[in-house]
């Protein structure tokens, strides 16, 4: 990890950007630059959560560099990057990796069987024309915490007081592009465990189409068959009620209540605090 007191750092490279300056007609780009970083939203996050930081180069693609470091860090300037050789700079920065999985050095995939990471994202593009220099950035929320929870499980008297179903999410998205943002497409499958009677949280990424879905199986000895019951359009009972679109700045939290016994569904959506990221991580 590149951590000092950014006085300290600047003073270290005196010598190298001397020798810099003294090749005035000749070509800087070989000489170092440094990168940091101003986290504009930083007060949201616990200040030791860890940060992934990535830089390519523009608008080639090419991965120059990639590190770990903290939120206090980056907030602080205490974190930088040396860049050489570059008139541009783009990247990201990726924080709450937990179980999700890196391919192609920007693509985090949701393993099949697992729930999405409680990530946050920024990304950024950057000319390289300063020997120091800060680039702003924001981390945000790509994944919406859910809650399902049905009501009246106390009326199912016929299963001797227990919860008869089991629920298995769907759909097809398994994970982010965080250069871009854009979703990945591919299959997604996670079974949540029931916390309380009647009650299921997991974590959705951000979603590329219109797959999501929900499924109820009847408990073996538990309810009256098993197997299958019934499959609920995820998706659509987001965005019908509400108002969900998978485009949203920062994906909000949500809460989905079901009656199953009046065949009604409600939908209650809020945003998230630094109160709910305690929760999340």
């Known amino acids: 990890m590149r951590t000092s007191i950014r006085l300290a750092v600047l003073g270290a490279m005196l010598l190298p950007l001397v020798s810099c300056r003294a090749l005035v007609l000749e070509d800087r780009l070989p000489c170092p630059r440094f990168m940091f970083f101003d986290l504009l939203n930083s007060e949201l996050f616990d200040s030791y959560e860890n940060i992934i930081i990535a830089a390519y180069s523009y608008p080639e693609g090419l991965l120059l560099d990639t590190d770990t470091t903290s939120v206090r860090a980056v907030s602080l300037q205490e974190f930088y990057m040396p860049i050489r050789g570059q008139e541009a700079v783009m990247g990201y920065g990726v924080m709450g990796i937990q179980q999700n999985k890196l391919e192609n050095s920007s693509q985090w995939i949701i393993p099949i069987g697992m729930e999405s990471d409680p990530l946050f994202r920024f990304a950024y593009q950057a000319p390289t024309e300063q020997e120091s220099f800060l680039v702003p950035v924001e981390l945000v929320k790509d994944y919406a915490q859910v809650t399902v929870r049905f009501v009246g499980v106390e009326s199912y008297t016929e299963t001797g007081g227990q919860f008869p179903f089991d629920i298995l999410i769907s759909g097809n998205t398994r994970g982010i592009e965080v250069l871009t943002g854009t979703p990945i497409r591919g299959y997604f499958e996670f079974a949540p465990e029931e916390t ?31 197997g299958l019951i019934q499959t609920i359009d995820l998706w659509a009972v987001l965005y019908e009620q509400g108002g969900i679109t998978w485009e949203e700045k920062n994906l909000p939290d949500v809460e989905v209540v079901i009656d199953y016994k009046e065949m009604e569904v409600a939908v209650k959506v809020s945003g998230w605090s630094q109160e709910d990221l305690n929760y999340h991580f």
């Open 196 to 226: 309380q009677m009647g009650i299921f949280h997991f974590r959705l990424p951000r979603q590329a189409d219109h797959a999501l879905r929900m499924e109820l199986y009847g408990r073996p000895d538990i309810y009256e068959k098993s």
